[in-house]
């Protein structure tokens, strides 16, 4: 089964741009996925849907974070990779990436209900 593993830095400055990376092993971006999203969870609250990207790269983004958010691909690496920019304390959050073997459609693909692969998750602490 395709596998999902998050990583990048647990701490990240106030104002700073939160890189994280989101490697796939037991099958390539290529081969499985066609639809993925990266999703993140706040201490004590409920799943967050950041956005997500296509294999044929369109791109969908919460309203809400639009402004500071980029998703893209390294199909060579089997990479997906996210950027939030100009982060604060309220982004400090448990990040997922999580990805689907279908093309979503309409609002399915402004949600993570249809993900069948997830990571386990990677916690990002904002902080000075």
């Known amino acids: 089964q395709v596998q999902l593993q998050e990583s990048g830095p647990g701490l990240v400055k106030p104002s700073q741009t939160l890189s994280l990376t989101c490697t796939v092993s037991?099958?390539?971006?290529?081969?499985?996925?066609?639809?993925w999203s990266w999703i993140r969870q706040p201490p004590g609250k409920g799943l967050e849907w950041i956005g997500g990207?296509?294999?044929?790269?369109?791109?969908y983004y919460s309203p809400s974070l639009k402004s500071r958010t980029s998703i893209s691909r390294d199909t060579y690496k089997d990479q997906l990779t996210l950027q939030l920019s100009s982060v604060t304390p309220e982004d400090t959050a448990v990040y997922y990436c999580a990805g689907a073997p279908a093309y979503c459609s309409g609002s399915v693909c402004y949600d993570y209900y249809t993900m069948d692969y997830w990571g386990k998750g990677t916690l990002v602490t904002v902080s000075s």
């Open positions: 990207m296509t294999l044929g790269d369109s791109t």
């Open positions: 037991n099958g390539s971006i290529t081969a499985n996925l066609a639809y």
